[in-house]
């Protein structure tokens, strides 16, 4: 079942947190190598280079050529009606975020946007909200816990799932667990919805990361590197936006 698979897989990821947090750091009167230390924060990179290796595997023989058929067969108006499909089955999941983070304002229009899209959208096939004066945001379980004052912990790349880190790996195991739908879906004793929207998820987002992933491939000298510096960059960016949030995004 989708939460037992998960309550499993978030038991190792506690595990990897705790021996991460074991790791050596350079010696302290080596100024050069502590500021490259703190600058990549990355004390897995060995175990990391390898997931990134698999996962590298798994995306060139299976999901950017998938995600390639699906951006060429696919019109862009199908795309957005997936794209506000799956943004409105999330909102839910947005809403509590807003609420932990202390954000009644955010938490309202969340909800007012899942009500009209809802009741007016085709079950959320169209986003009639955001063109109504009700823009889209999101917010995830990893900003709420870093609006808690919960640190980010060392850089992680996930199996399948890519960059990470452990605040924002037990943000998604919890996320799963707890998003309405996976519930109902768990209640009933089906799965094979929430395999599927997940899936529908992964491959809706690889489609539109095709280009901004091949032009940081094509562009660097070390993808891996590039890619770690690109991750740490937005994600940073998306917190300071749960922290101190100035519009919707």
């Known amino acids: 079942m989708p939460r ?19 790791a050596t750091p350079p010696p302290a009167d080596d100024k050069e190598a502590m500021m490259e230390w703190d600058q990549n924060n990355d004390p897995l990179e060995p ?15 299976l999901l950017k050529p998938v ?9 862009q108006y199908g795309k957005d009606r997936v794209r506000d499909f799956i943004r409105n089955l999330r909102a839910p999941v947005v809403f509590f975020n807003d ?46 816990f870093a609006v808690w004052g919960i640190g980010e912990g ?10 990470s880190n452990p605040r924002d790996g037990v943000g998604i195991a919890t996320e799963w667990l707890v998003d309405p ?4 879906m768990d209640h009933i004793d089906r799965s094979w919805p929430v395999w599927t929207r997940a899936g529908i998820s992964g491959l809706e987002k690889r489609e539109r990361l095709l280009a901004p992933l091949d032009e940081i491939e094509r562009s660097s ?6 890619l770690r510096s690109t991750y ?17 995004r």
Do not use: W
């Not at 946007?113 to 999101?138: C, K, M, Q, S, W």
């Not at 739908?181 to 109902?184: R, V």
């Not at 000298?221 to 590039?226: G, P, R, V």
């Open 232 to 248: 740490r960059q937005n994600r940073n960016a998306e917190v300071k936006n749960a922290l101190n949030p100035t519009g919707l």
């Open 99 to 144: 609420v932990l983070q202390g954000q009644p304002d955010r938490a309202m229009q969340t909800l007012m946007r899942f009500a009209f899209n809802t009741g007016f959208g085709i079950a959320g096939l169209i986003d009639v909200a955001e063109p109504g004066g009700i823009p889209y945001h999101d917010e995830d379980f990893g900003q709420t």
């Open 67 to 75: 995600a390639q058929g699906y951006g060429a067969i696919m019109p």
């Open 4 to 22: 037992s698979v998960v309550a499993r897989f978030a038991a190792p990821l506690f595990a990897i947190a705790l021996l991460a947090g074991c």
């Open 181 to 184: 739908f996976n519930l109902y």
């Open 221 to 226: 000298l070390d993808y891996y590197s590039a």
């Open 47 to 61: 175990m990391n280079r390898a997931i990134f290796d698999f996962n590298q595997a798994v995306d060139k023989a």
């Open 154 to 163: 060392p850089y992680l790349v996930l199996p399948i799932l890519g960059p």
